[in-house]
């Protein structure tokens, strides 16, 4: 399982930036992936997770109405549409995946990370 993200950088507030998270070594119409993010300090946080296999998706409260997330299962990726971007959005941005459903994820397999800044 190998995942890669990208699309991260500096950004002022109230803008928006897409992340992707590119899958391989692994069926992917069958995983759940997440995104996860870790600021300086603190722990890290699920932030959204979509279920390839039936396309149900979940957010955390943060970010709901501002972030979408979704799946192309033809290219194997899964993007986070980051819009009205605020400061405390800042964090490193993970992207990991679990052989299952969003619900019951138990996340094993994780990519490097993308810096996401935002700034005031």
């Known amino acids: 399982v190998q995942l890669v993200e990208s699309g991260g950088g500096l950004v002022q507030a109230g803008g928006s930036l897409r992340l992707s998270c590119a899958a391989s070594?692994?069926?992917?119409?069958?995983?759940?992936i997440g995104w996860f993010r870790q600021a300086p300090g603190k722990e890290r946080e699920g932030v959204s997770c979509?279920?390839?296999?039936?396309?149900?998706?979940y957010y955390v409260d943060s970010v709901k109405g501002r972030f979408t997330i979704s799946s192309d299962n033809a290219k194997n990726t899964v993007y986070l549409q980051m819009n009205s971007l605020k400061p405390e959005d800042t964090a490193v941005y993970y992207c990991?995946?679990?052989?299952?459903?969003?619900?019951?994820?138990?996340?094993?397999?994780w990519g490097q990370g993308t810096q996401v800044t935002v700034s005031s």
């Open positions: 070594g692994f069926t992917f119409d069958d995983y759940a």
């Open positions: 979509i279920s390839s296999s039936d396309g149900s998706t």
């Open positions: 990991a995946a679990y052989p299952g459903l969003c619900l019951t994820a138990d996340f094993g397999s």
